[in-house]
């Protein structure tokens, strides 16, 4: 079983849509970060976060520690918003995990 | 550009050949990362510094790899003896402050080694 998982693997959704990706991780953690990987393969941290909400733009991050779960929520979606999230934790045993990533394609 | 630099971006070596990454970091950052993403994956955890010193390794980090970071700046990643299975994209981070783990993390572009 893998430390962080990730829900959908895939998923489309129309331009202006609201969309949610969730991810739960089983270990400890001192932060929860939220990238965005191009198919450039170049890597954008979004989000880190350990407790709370944040926002930015059209972003929303959220995290329930006592549940272990994130979700990352974007607003009034547009095609240049396509690209892979990855949810990645820092356990606090100083290692990180990674998700396996979501695959968003915004279609005009 | 002060972002974090990789080099080379792309490397394609025969098997059992020696390869070596280098990564810079933002200048002020005292922490650097290296993982590893193979296709279809998401990026796994190899080993990080604190300025010069390699706190952490993660047991995917075989005898064949070593990583270094002689003066707490640049950092080298080394493959010996290459095996199809290292064919991956190695990304480097890095990140600063006081937080430790809980910083920000800043990509470089990567280096996808290719191994024939």
């Known amino acids: 079983k893998n430390e962080v998982e990730q829900s959908p693997q895939n998923l489309t959704a129309q331009e202006g849509e609201f969309i949610t990706i969730n991810c739960s991780y089983s270990v400890g953690i001192s932060a929860l970060h939220w990238l965005q990987q191009h198919p450039g393969g170049g890597i954008v941290s979004l989000f880190m976060?350990?407790?709370g909400k944040k926002k930015h733009g059209r972003l929303i991050a959220t995290i329930n520690i006592q549940e272990k779960h994130s979700s990352l929520h974007i607003t009034a979606s547009h095609p240049r918003d396509s690209a892979v999230y990855i949810c990645?934790?820092?356990?606090?045993?100083?290692?990180?995990?990674f998700g396996t990533g979501t695959s968003l394609t915004v279609i005009p | 550009d002060t972002g974090v630099s990789q080099n080379p971006r792309h490397k394609i070596t025969k098997r059992g050949q020696n390869v070596t990454f280098r990564c810079d970091p933002i200048s002020e950052h005292n922490r650097l990362y290296w993982y590893r993403q193979t296709l279809g994956q998401g990026p796994e955890f190899l080993t990080y510094?604190?300025?010069?010193?390699?706190?952490?390794k993660s047991r995917l980090l075989s005898d064949r790899f070593s990583a270094e970071r002689p003066k707490g700046s640049f950092s080298t990643l080394e493959i010996q003896r290459t095996e199809q299975g290292d064919s991956a994209m190695y990304l480097c981070?890095?990140?600063?402050?006081?937080?430790?783990?809980?910083?920000?993390?800043?990509f470089g572009p990567g280096t996808r080694l290719t191994v024939l």
């Open positions: 510094f604190q300025n010069e010193a390699q706190l952490e």
């Open positions: 981070a890095s990140s600063g402050g006081a937080g430790g783990s809980t910083d920000t993390q800043y």
């Open positions: 990645a934790v820092s356990s606090t045993g100083n290692q990180f995990y």
């Open positions: 976060l350990s407790s």
